[in-house]
């Protein structure tokens, strides 16, 4: 059992508060993903999991038990950093087994503990190395060896992938989901990068300004976003947002649920345009539309579409409305119906 459990938690620097009164459950045996633009606080909530920069009020539990006093040491937990932390003069062994060494584990042990963690990662014939004649890659895998060697109750991640290449970085996704499988321990790993939050958490916490705005499994956060920070935040390209009703309603749908064709079509919403700019994906192809003075992206698995006169249509069941206040009019009630009855009016025939 490993469940984390913020109570009330603030943190201040100086007089400047940047998480207030925060409340919030990690389960246990999840891979709970943090995400938030730069700088809304992620880094500090995970700073305060690991005890290294404690909170100001309020109290954090770990199973049950209220660790808010208990130092870093002692907290049965590992950090795993975004620069990997590891030390340069030390050979890929003696950086792993550091912390065991201090903790006067005998050396059979050790060597046991070494080997079990490095074939789990795959560096274990790397051992008598030194870190800068390695990988970015290789070097993300001492850093993570050496957090499991602990075996903690908790793993805290801090972007660990975001030194790396766009192809490496892939490849280790898959390979965090498959240790977090074998593991079953724990993870809370904090990203700005949407896509690494969607692939690889069982659970999105999604954060700005010190604040939790949706907290879902990543199905739930795509498809039923509560309010228009969700909607915008998640999703590659991202989400359309058109203003309607005098700017009182948003107007949302993704670029991957337009239609596009050479004539009008019969769907809700359909609207003639111009596609203005074409970029080709590979798999698939990103068009911009302008259409009555608004862009649009759409993601289409058709490459054919010429820039020029287009139409683009949407089906009801794809748009999202959000009022005023950004937070989303449920999608089959009533209100929804009737806004969409007031905006949808148009269609080209
Ligand atoms: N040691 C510190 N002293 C003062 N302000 C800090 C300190 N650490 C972080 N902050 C501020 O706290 C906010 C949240 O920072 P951080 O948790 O690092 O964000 P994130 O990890 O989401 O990018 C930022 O405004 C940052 O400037
Ligand atoms: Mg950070």
């Given amino acids: ?23 919030l459950t990690i389960e246990d045996g999840s891979f ?33 038990k209220d660790i808010s006093d208990i130092p870093p040491a002692k907290r049965n937990v590992a950090m795993v950093f975004q620069n990997y932390a590891i030390y340069p003069t030390m050979t890929v062994r003696e950086n792993i087994e550091f912390g065991l060494k201090n903790n006067k584990v005998p050396k059979e042990e050790r060597d046991r503990l070494v080997r079990e963690v490095t074939e ?5 014939d790397l051992l008598e190395r030194k870190p800068n004649t390695l990988s970015g890659g290789q070097r993300q895998r001492i850093a993570l060896a050496r957090a499991m060697i602990k075996k903690p109750k908790v793993f805290l991640m801090d972007e660990p992938l975001s030194n790396l290449d766009a192809k490496l970085r892939s490849g280790m996704r898959t390979e965090l989901i498959e240790l977090h499988k074998r593991l079953k321990t724990t993870f809370v790993y904090v990203t ?19 604040e939790i705005i949706q907290s879902d499994s990543p199905r739930d956060i795509y498809n039923n976003p509560k309010n228009l920070f969700t909607a915008q935040f ?13 700017n009182e309603i948003s107007f949302c749908f993704r670029p991957e649920k337009v239609h596009m064709s050479i ?4 769907l809700f919403y359909c609207r003639k345009g ?25 993601k289409s698995l058709d490459d054919n579409f010429q820039e020029g006169p287009i139409y683009i249509s949407v089906d009801k069941q794809d748009i999202l409305l959000f009022d005023i206040d950004d937070k989303i009019i449920p999608p089959h009630s009533t209100q929804h119906e009737q806004w969409l009855n007031i905006i949808g009016g148009v269609t080209y025939a």
């Fill in 263 to 266: 004539e009008a079509s019969n």
């Fill in 192 to 210: 700005h990068d949407q896509i690494e939050a969607m692939s690889m958490a069982s659970h999105i916490i999604l954060m700005n300004d010190g």
């Fill in 234 to 246: 998640i999703g590659s390209p991202q989400m359309n947002v058109l203003k309607a009703a005098g």
């Fill in 32 to 64: 709970t993903v943090m995400i938030g633009p730069s700088g809304c606080g992620k880094t500090t909530l995970l700073r305060m999991i690991a005890g290294i920069g404690p909170q100001t009020s309020g109290k954090i539990y770990l199973d049950g």
């Fill in 274 to 298: 111009e596609i203005v700019t074409k970029e080709m994906l590979g798999s698939e192809t990103l068009y911009q539309i302008r259409f009555e003075g608004q862009s649009v992206m759409v």
């Fill in 1 to 23: 059992m490993a469940e984390i459990r913020f109570e009330k938690v603030s943190k201040k620097f100086g007089t400047k508060t940047i998480i207030k009164d925060l409340d």
């Fill in 120 to 124: 789990s990662v795959g560096i274990d």
